[in-house]
């Protein structure tokens, strides 16, 4: 069979075996008085199909006309940003809750009693959040039919997660908000995972690559293990020297503390204290600390960094292949409608889509303006010949690009003298000159920081710098007013790097002139009292911040620095599913380690004064460090202590101090912590980062990023480029066995 045969057979009087008894199709009445009813079925199925190919969505729901305008209600724009904010609400409840945020500072040693919510507040909040949440899952039940329900397991662990959630929000009211443990506070993260396929993508990579990350973990388990037998022999002998006895008492005193000694050391944040005190007596000692350094941050770690890189990128270009499938088989099924329209409307030879046809059906789509016009402009160019199967899955190639617009032209001056004008500020070489003015106003900046160190605000004479801001704000006025001369507004506007040079003007100027109102002309001995809201030197400052934020406008000037800026732009795009992921794991770790640390940390007599002596604490110690902000008695406060222990910076400090208030357990929990985060997710997103920079340094797409071709239209997305290379468009066979097995409407042969 051709590839532009139809696999619709039934509409065309064939006997349409393969086909399954009793689903509708839109082809069913394409004569008659009923001909116009089944066209238009034939459309919105069409329309249906190609926002899920748009999408990447699976095409196995209800295709009826009332669930088509269900589910295409329910996957709008309004009605997922709703379901978003929703989301956000409830996650946003652990900062409102008991124990509440509210407060200036977490440190134990200053903060006032927190405003708690009155019981019942929070909660009829939560509930609303729990009422969407059902109806959103009904809605899915019924779009995909029992039986594709009872398959997802995202489905089904949606109602096992809500039936949990009311119950213990019931449970909750009925011991009027006194509970223990709100076992739903873990469980809410589970809502932004499912209503995000490329999280719920992201979250199977990782746990494909699970067993790969194990055993270098367990490799890394069993260096630990050797060594820190090997350190308990070495610093507990018969005869010991006093190096020997402060490096037992110190870090190898049993077997826990070297076990975590060691394990500290491995990210290296103690070292070399680790090692000093057997190393000041004896420098043989530190072949020992060096040799497990090597072997197990340098080798073992990246290792390790290294094997998640090529097993994660694999189990992610699986995905995005599936993705791609969805992709094709979703524009496959709208050609499959839209072709029995094209026969049944009585073609005399060949089979295929009108071109008008697509296009009435494009006018429906939602989707991008930019892209809608592109592709009917690539249908219009087929005229009024039948569109084949492979013609029209070409067509929709060109979501694939991304579209890079073109500025609007310069306005027309009939004045030789303004024409050469706006030659002159339209030139390249006056930007050039507005980022040495920039940088001359950002080396004042820092002149007279230096000059006046060691001054206090109150008694600075900022005559001289505040007539610098002056000058400098007036020429970047002028400068913008020149630029909009020679671009026009529109021009002007069409470049990212002059709207935000502009806004900074604009608020440079504000800010200016309100300085100016309340302060007066600089003179010399420019020191009056504060009025107002802001002093004049909180002016200054802030006018000089956003000076600073200006200088920012030369990265688009420096071709190999915008390069780089834009790979960052396009990583952080690319990254918010691994951005959701560790929110979610964030989340459900501060929520236990509220539960399991909330309130073990207080405060020594005698140390709750603002300048305590911490000359008899140990030192390195919580205690003399002043870490009493880092605890677990609200959930902003967990969430920084989280990141202070992923950053694993003195992390030992926090291991000590949780051994000490709450018991040797507690190492297991920031163990877990360091695993899952700095092991594991920091491992996966420098392999990512890794993929993108060795994409955008690669020698073809680095000079065609610098070359600035203004003739290119399109470029290829930067997921699409990552694995270029590597995805395979999918098979005929493959996309027609899957259409024949559409469990809602006929798509066979």
């Not at 440190?107 to 009422?131: F, H, K, Q, S």
């Not at 039936?163 to 709100?182: A, K, Y």
């Not at 630990?224 to 037998?229: E, Q, R, S």
Request: hydrophobic share 45%.
């Amino acid at each position: 069979m051709a590839e532009s045969d139809p696999l619709l057979s039934g509409a065309r009087g064939g006997s349409g075996r393969d086909c399954r008894a009793g689903l509708p199709a839109c082809r069913g009445v394409l004569v008659g008085p009923g001909a116009k009813a089944g066209w238009d079925l034939c459309f919105d199925q069409a329309v249906v199909f190609i926002e899920d190919a748009i999408q990447y969505r699976s095409i196995n729901h209800r295709m009826d006309a009332r669930s088509m305008w269900l589910y295409r209600w329910y996957y709008s724009d309004t009605c997922q940003w709703i379901l978003s904010f929703i989301i956000f609400s409830i996650l946003s409840l652990a900062f409102i809750e008991t124990p509440s945020s509210f407060t200036s500072t977490s440190d134990v040693r200053y903060r006032m009693a927190p405003w708690n919510p009155p019981c019942g507040l929070t909660e009829g909040i939560e509930v609303c959040c729990l009422l969407v949440f059902v109806a959103d899952l009904s809605v899915k039940s019924y779009l995909v039919g029992w039986v594709q329900f009872r398959k997802n397991l995202w489905l089904l662990g949606y109602l096992l997660v809500l039936i949990v959630s009311l119950t213990d929000w019931t449970v909750s009211l009925s011991l009027v908000c006194q509970e223990p443990l709100r076992i739903r506070r873990l469980l809410r993260p589970f809502f932004l995972l499912q209503n995000s396929s490329m999280m719920k993508k992201t979250l199977k990579c990782i746990r494909w690559s699970l067993p790969e990350m194990a055993s270098v973990v367990l490799l890394l388990a069993l260096h630990l293990c050797v060594f820190t037998m090997l350190g308990m022999l070495l610093f507990t002998g018969e005869k010991q020297d006093d190096g020997q006895d402060r490096e037992r008492l110190t870090y190898f005193r049993n077997l826990p503390e070297a076990l975590t000694s060691l394990l500290v050391l491995l990210t290296t944040a103690n070292n070399p204290d680790v090692m000093v005190p057997a190393y000041s007596k004896n420098r043989a000692y530190a072949v020992f600390f060096i040799v497990f350094t090597l072997i197990g941050s340098l080798f073992l770690m990246n290792l390790l960094t290294a094997i998640i890189y090529n097993q994660f990128r694999g189990y992610l270009m699986k995905s995005l292949q599936a993705s791609l499938f969805r992709k094709r088989l979703g524009t496959r099924a709208a050609y499959e409608v839209l072709s029995s329209t094209a026969e049944g409307d009585g073609q005399p030879q060949g089979v295929g889509v009108k071109p008008q046809d697509l296009l009435q059906v494009l006018q429906k789509v939602q989707m991008d303006s930019t892209y809608k016009q592109a592709i009917m402009e690539k249908v219009r160019s087929y005229g009024d010949s039948l569109l084949s199967a492979d013609e029209f899955q070409k067509i929709f190639n060109e979501l694939d690009k991304r579209m890079t617009k073109e500025h609007p032209p310069r306005p027309q001056y009939q004045s030789p003298f303004l024409q050469s004008a706006q030659f002159l500020f339209g030139h390249l070489y006056f930007d050039y000159l507005g980022n040495l003015i920039v940088l001359a106003n950002l080396v004042s900046i820092c002149a007279f920081l230096v000059i006046d160190a060691d001054v206090v605000p109150r008694n600075r004479d900022d005559f001289v710098l505040g007539i610098l801001n002056c000058v400098f704000v007036l020429y970047y006025l002028v400068e913008m007013l020149l630029k909009v001369f020679a671009l026009g507004l529109s021009g002007y506007l069409s470049y990212p790097s002059n709207v935000f040079d502009g806004l900074v003007t604009v608020i440079l100027l504000v800010l200016e002139l309100s300085t100016l109102a309340v302060y007066r002309f600089p003179h010399p001995g420019w020191k009056p009292e504060m009025q107002g809201l802001l002093s004049l030197w909180d002016m200054l400052r802030l006018a000089n911040m956003l000076i600073v934020f200006r200088f920012l406008r030369i990265v688009p000037s420096m071709k190999l620095m915008a390069v780089v800026a834009s790979t960052i732009l396009d990583l952080i795009k690319n990254m918010r599913a691994f951005g959701g992921i560790l929110v979610v794991v964030y989340y459900v770790f501060a929520i236990i380690g509220i539960n399991l640390f909330r309130g073990v940390i207080v405060v020594p007599p005698g140390n709750g004064s603002l300048a305590p002596d911490n000359g008899s604490l140990a030192c390195g110690s919580y205690e003399q460090l002043e870490y009493w902000a880092n605890n677990f008695d609200d959930f902003a406060a967990a969430l920084v202590t989280l990141w202070n222990v992923m950053v694993v910076n003195n992390w030992q400090v926090f291991l000590d101090a949780y051994r000490r208030y709450s018991g040797p357990w507690s190492k297991i929990y920031f163990v877990l912590w360091w695993l899952v985060s700095s092991v594991i997710w920091v491992n996966l997103f420098l392999a990512l980062i890794l993929e993108n920079f060795l994409h955008k340094w690669d020698r073809r797409g680095h000079l065609q990023s610098v070359s600035g071709d203004l003739e290119t239209t399109y470029e290829m997305s930067t997921v699409e480029l990552l694995f270029r290379d590597i995805l395979e468009e999918p098979a005929e066979e493959e996309l027609v066995e899957k259409l024949k097995r559409h469990p809602h409407v006929q798509l066979c042969r």
